[in-house]
């Protein structure tokens, strides 16, 4: 088994900036991709970003490219979402995932879950 707690969600208003982190614990050797993933009310969860093990890839959701930054610390079995220029849109609750499939962005494909985080972005 995986275990995932999330940190750092709140209450920003727009053009702010928060870092949320995820702290991975168990059989995290199994693990080849982590992602973050966002479902705001009335909506699908939706990808917002991955990375591979090793770090070597990363993907972001067009709606985040260049405001997003996903990075991880092995050497702490943490992950990153460094979220700037926040938007009113962004409002969400942000989950960690983890999945044993290589640099995939499916939702299905993660095996793993965090409890999530709410992220509020006043305008």
């Known amino acids: ?18 870092r949320l982190s995820c702290v991975v614990s168990g059989r995290t050797l199994s693990i080849n991709t982590m992602g973050w993933f966002r479902q705001a009310p009335g909506k699908d969860r939706e990808c917002v970003a991955t990375i591979t093990k090793s770090g070597g890839r990363t993907y972001y959701a067009n709606s985040v490219k260049g405001r997003f930054t996903i990075s991880r610390d092995n050497a ?4 990153y979402l460094q979220m700037n220029t926040l938007k009113p849109e962004d409002t969400a609750v942000y989950y960690c995932a983890a999945a044993t499939r290589w640099d995939t962005q499916a939702v299905v494909a993660y095996n793993y879950w965090g409890q999530g985080a709410q992220v509020t972005v006043s305008s």
């Not at 995986?2 to 900036?17: D, K, P, R, T």
């Open 76 to 79: 702490k079995n943490t992950v």
């Open 1 to 18: 088994q995986v275990q995932l707690v999330e940190s750092g969600g709140g209450l920003v208003q727009a053009g702010g900036s928060l």
